[in-house]
């Protein structure tokens, strides 16, 4: 199990802000890339899922994660979601 580490004060606050995401689209919440990438997304309903490579998300396929990026693929179509800022 990892340690876990204290959420800074920042990290927090705009975490629980209301409006710091986009309600409206798929939005990129977190990536993790050490062992196995795996991505945080948060759905227009306000769901948040873990996906990784392969996985199927608003009939597109996670093609790649990288450190902040999320690179989707559907019908030869690439779209990219890269994390809010601010």
Do not use: Y
């Not at 920042?10 to 409006?19: I, L, Q, Y």
């Not at 759905?43 to 199927?56: A, F, P, Y």
């Not at 608003?58 to 030869?76: E, H, K, P, S, Y």
């Amino acid at each position: 199990m990892a340690e876990a580490t204290p959420t800074p004060d920042n990290v927090g606050a705009a975490a629980t802000r209301r409006g710091a995401l986009p309600t409206n689209a798929l939005t990129l919440v977190g990536t993790f890339v050490k062992t196995r990438p795996e991505a945080l997304i948060r759905h227009r309903s306000g769901q948040i899922e873990k996906v990784t490579l392969g996985d199927t998300v608003a009939r597109q396929t996670v093609v790649a994660i990288n450190d902040g990026l999320l690179v989707l693929m559907r019908n030869g179509k690439v779209s990219r979601l890269t994390m809010p800022t601010g």
